[in-house]
């Protein structure tokens, strides 16, 4: 009679179910270490507000061969005295029965963890986790609605009181959270049982269209308090005077631009707080690619979460936020959310879970992270990438002693001519490829953070070079926030976007030579009579400045108009195309000119392009193992610059050009020395002179580095609201973070 009987639900099981293959989600890869050694257990039953009112009867089984293949310490099973749970006749002798779903023995002892529903009928946990995985919600035996399903998946959410929490003995100690059952939505669900009830994890979706939409209402307030001002532009001819029967080859002229400030972009007094940033900026879409390899553990950790914190509290309402964290693989902890404060508590929630563990696999983070943008519905006018990653890229082939890929017009083109190794050109070459646009031409920018000393500074500088963001050195841990605050600083303050600057010559005689832009795209036309430089975003009071050289024709009356320069943007706010006034550029022709008198403004310009220029070519000469080379290149610099007008005339540029090529020989007095920071100080600066924009540099105290002139107001009163919180006293302003405006203003044009 049994053995009819049994027949008779095996045969049920197989009507009623279908076997689903068990498979990894797309982007998940494998679990951790410590989440494959967790046994799962009810929130009924681990909860401490579990009562013996409570009827619900799931129970997780861990089988015993399990635990003594992981090594881990397993949970027992809950009792009924112990628990307030039941277990019925049927579920007890289920062990000794097949899994429905599988068909194959269920007996402890085999590797397999058990699991035993509200029902009382038992499978193999992986074998029901894969059938609820794709949509059953009922037991496939005797069809019962399941009130709690089991899920399998890394948690990303902080775990809540009430969980319980496992110590694996060879396993990473940050990822010890065991896996709760999910619950499913209760109509009437009390506070004590929302008190335990888990939040679910984002899950690994191969479509990112989930971002959460915009406020238009609000959107539209924020363009009633746009900028009002428009985009500066100065030029300064090389020499103010020529006389009128000589002729110049290589005349210089600076092309100066300067952003406007943007509107109450912080509370005066409130400078982030609970509130955040007040409207009256262009809003920002953030995703941040963060390493979570095993190597983060610890205090690296945990200051990584207080910085995102910072970031988080400090967005908008207006502002979306999504996190990636990778290690061996990537995953998405939330889409694209808006900063309200709903989605900062949630957003915190999530990056507060995060635990360290596995490789690196800085490709898979950047993947993930383009695909956020790329399929995102709605767009903010501003977005941006940020990229944190402490060691070397253990799934893609990129050696540090590999040269970053170069550009046309960046300082270091010329200098490196080629490649220590060719795996680093093709590492190069596949992280670019997996950059996002926003239009299909236009590029997101990339500001990467190297952080220590194990870091791969020449691949990220890659990617921060290709995709026309920053790169910047954190080498020391405490600094993680302050750096983050920079950046952030300056996003939040974009009031240019896509600007480009147009240059026509207004002389039948004069024709352009070259322009030296950095890393900026700058072109001259075949007739050498007009020229462009796409220069993109602006951040509120950023400067730029570009070096054209010109002929200079035989004069004929008291002055010779060379030039004009214009620029058109658009405003991200108010969505309207500037074009701005076209300003010309006129020199004097006398008979005579007693003394030349070269401009100041031009000289410091081209001691800070060679001074560039140098930092390259001993970046390349160290790489080829010659040091002594590489000092002895930035020594000559040194005395150059100032031997130079504006070195004699004690101009703050030109100190600040000196003690930073003092600082790079230190780094570069042994190999050792070079290899734990040198590299990356001189990629940091690298990064920040081709584009003119302040990044984050290693741990100097001793020397006000010129890389820090780029920083704007907005990024300069992030940077101090960020030591406010984080310093019980009065910050003090260090030399990597120090205000910029203590140069001297510059003279009105003529």
Request: hydrophobic share 35%; glycine share 8%.
């Amino acid at each position: 009679m049994e053995s009819r009987w049994r027949k008779a639900k095996m045969s049920l099981g197989l009507n009623l179910c279908v076997y689903v293959p068990r498979t990894l989600d797309d982007d998940g890869g494998p679990p951790s270490t410590g989440s494959s050694a967790a046994a799962l257990v009810s929130p009924a039953a681990s909860s401490s507000c579990a009562s013996a009112a409570t009827s619900a009867n799931t129970t997780p089984t861990a089988d015993p061969g399990s635990a003594r293949g992981s090594g881990a310490l397993m949970p027992t099973t809950p009792t009924p005295t112990s628990a307030g749970l039941r277990l019925s006749k049927s579920g007890s002798k289920s062990f000794k029965k097949t899994c429905a779903i599988c068909l194959t023995i269920m007996k402890p002892g085999q590797g397999h963890a058990l699991f035993t529903a509200e029902c009382s009928h038992t499978f193999h946990f992986h074998c029901i986790a894969a059938n609820v995985k794709h949509g059953s919600n009922n037991c496939p035996v005797c069809r019962t609605e399941w009130k709690e399903l089991p899920f399998r998946g890394p948690m990303v959410a902080e775990i809540p009181q009430g969980s319980a929490r496992i110590n694996p003995v060879n396993g990473n100690q940050n990822g010890g959270h065991m896996t709760l059952l999910r619950p499913l939505p209760r109509a009437h669900s009390s506070g004590r049982l929302h008190h335990v009830t888990c939040l679910l994890p984002d899950t690994d979706r191969s479509i990112f269209n989930d971002d959460e939409p915009l406020d238009l209402c609000e959107a539209a307030e924020d363009r009633q308090q746009g900028c009002s001002r428009t985009v500066e532009i100065e030029t300064y001819p090389e020499f103010t005077e020529i006389p009128e029967s000589t002729s110049e080859r290589n005349f210089t002229v600076l092309i100066h631009l300067k952003a406007p400030l943007a509107q109450n972009l912080l509370k005066p007094g409130n400078l982030g707080g609970e509130n955040g940033p007040i409207t009256g900026r262009a809003p920002v879409d953030l995703i941040t690619v963060l390493d979570v390899s095993g190597s983060m553990a610890g205090t690296k950790l945990a200051l990584l979460k207080r910085a995102m914190g910072f970031v988080i509290q400090n967005l908008g309402s207006s502002d979306r936020l999504s996190v990636i964290a990778f290690s061996s693989s990537a995953r998405r902890l939330f889409p694209l959310r808006r900063m309200t404060e709903s989605g900062r508590q949630k957003s915190l929630q999530a990056v507060n879970s995060l635990t360290s563990n596995g490789g690196t696999n800085i490709a898979e983070g950047l993947r993930k992270g383009s695909k956020v943008i790329e399929e995102r519905q709605a767009k903010n006018p501003v977005c941006s990438i940020i990229l944190l990653s402490d060691g070397q890229d253990t799934y893609t082939v990129s050696p540090t002693t590999g040269a970053h890929k170069v550009f046309a017009g960046s300082p270091t083109a010329g200098a490196q001519k080629a490649s220590p190794t060719a795996s680093s050109q093709k590492a190069a070459a596949e992280y670019c490829a997996l950059l996002p646009s926003t239009n299909g031409s236009q590029q997101v920018p990339v500001h990467v953070f190297g952080f220590g000393a194990d870091h791969d500074a020449a691949s990220l500088h890659s990617i921060s070079q290709a995709s026309g963001g920053t790169f910047s050195f954190i080498e020391t841990e405490a600094t993680i926030q302050d750096a983050f605050a920079q950046c952030i600083g300056g996003l939040l303050s974009v009031v240019a976007q896509d600007l480009r600057v147009k240059v026509e010559s207004l002389h039948p005689d004069v024709h352009f030579g070259s322009i030296r832009s950095g890393s900026y795209s700058s072109r001259i036309a075949d007739d050498k009579r007009n020229g462009s430089i796409d220069v993109g975003d602006l951040y509120a009071e950023e400067e730029r400045d570009f070096l054209m050289s010109v002929n200079v024709p035989q004069g004929c009356g008291d002055e010779t108009t060379l030039l004009k320069v214009g620029c058109i943007y658009k405003d991200p706010l108010m969505k309207e195309t500037i074009n701005m006034a076209e300003v010309e550029v006129k020199i004097s022709r006398p008979a005579f000119v007693s003394v030349q008198t070269v401009c100041i403004q031009v000289d410091r310009q081209k001691n800070r392009l060679h001074a560039a220029e140098v930092m390259a070519a001993a970046r390349f000469s160290a790489e080829r193992g010659d040091l002594t080379h590489a000092v002895s290149l930035l020594e000559d610099c040194r005395r150059m610059i100032m031997a130079s007008a504006s070195g004699q005339s004690g101009d703050r540029l030109c100190q600040s050009l000196d003690a930073e090529l003092k600082e790079m020989q230190e780094r570069m007095a042994n190999r050792q020395r070079y290899e734990a920071s040198g590299r990356a100080y001189v990629l940091s600066g690298l990064s920040s002179h081709s584009w003119q924009r302040a990044t984050a540099r290693g741990d100097s105290t001793d020397s006000e580095s010129l890389v820090q002139s780029y920083q704007t107001q907005s990024m300069v009163d992030m940077v101090l609201l960020s030591q406010t919180l984080t310093r019980s006293s009065t910050p003090r302003q260090t030399p990597q973070m120090r205000h910029a405006k203590s140069f001297p203003a510059r003279p009105q044009p003529r």
